[in-house]
């Protein structure tokens, strides 16, 4: 079975640009969730979607959102990149148990660099 | 809201020796999972062990066990006959049994196995 499959897995993007981030999750799963992981705050939650509707956000800002599709993959916009957007920036998906919390699958990350 | 602490940044110790990461947490919830995750450097998050909070006793998978006091919030994870793969970044998460999938982490621990 294949993993959590994040695209691409480097990217470089000058402040002000927008970026998109993709995720595709373990085939049957249907929650996927997103995390920015800094050295300075560490790993935060961004958001999680389940079925194509976001039930948890983080504390962002309104630059970072997200969607899901009917396959379950998922994508994250960040708009009007700032230095501080420097992460990398892990998805990760949960087997199908609708209500009750399972482990979390994490892809490879993808690491964004604003310059 | 959850708060996760691990008070060691670092940590060092000798092939096949027995290490000991230590976590504190923080929740007014009764139903949760502990995890423990591990982030080499190839960035990939792989689940090393859980927890759920019901069950008194404590989780083991091989040579990785934890400590779960959850009158004193406390989750250490033990990792015995340490090995030179067992290098890594040790994150501590906390997530609710029900609703949506979100993981508090902390800090992390960064473990080095010297041969």
């Known amino acids: 079975k294949a993993g959590v499959t994040q695209t691409p897995r480097y990217l470089i993007k000058t402040r002000g640009q927008q970026v998109t981030l993709s995720c595709s999750p373990i085939?049957?799963?249907?929650?996927v969730s997103w995390y920015q992981q800094t050295p300075g705050q560490g790993l935060q939650f961004l958001f999680e979607y389940f079925s194509e509707t976001q039930r948890n956000k983080g504390n962002f800002p309104g630059r970072f959102s997200g969607r899901q599709f009917s396959n379950s993959r998922s994508e994250m916009n960040v708009s009007t990149l700032e230095l501080g957007d420097s992460a990398l920036y892990l998805c990760?998906?949960?087997?199908?148990?609708?209500?009750?919390?399972?482990?979390?699958?994490f892809g490879q990350g993808t690491r964004l660099t604003v310059v | 809201a959850q708060t996760v602490t691990q008070s060691q940044p670092e940590m060092s110790v000798q092939e096949a020796e027995t290490v000991t990461l230590s976590c504190t947490y923080d929740t007014s919830e009764s139903n949760y999972y502990l995890f423990w995750y591990k982030q080499p450097p190839s960035r990939q998050m792989i689940l090393v062990i859980r927890q759920e909070a019901y069950k008194q006793q404590n989780a083991t998978e091989n040579r990785f066990s934890v400590n779960f006091q959850k009158a004193a919030k406390s989750f250490s994870l033990k990792i015995s006959d340490s090995q030179l793969g067992d290098t890594a970044m040790y994150f501590c998460?906390?997530?609710?049994?029900?609703?949506?999938?979100?993981?508090?982490f902390g800090q992390g621990t960064r473990l080095t196995i010297n041969p």
């Open positions: 085939s049957g799963h249907r929650s």
């Open positions: 990760a998906s949960s087997p199908p148990r609708e209500e009750f919390y399972t482990e979390a699958f």
């Open positions: 998460a906390f997530g609710l049994i029900q609703g949506a999938q979100k993981l508090v």
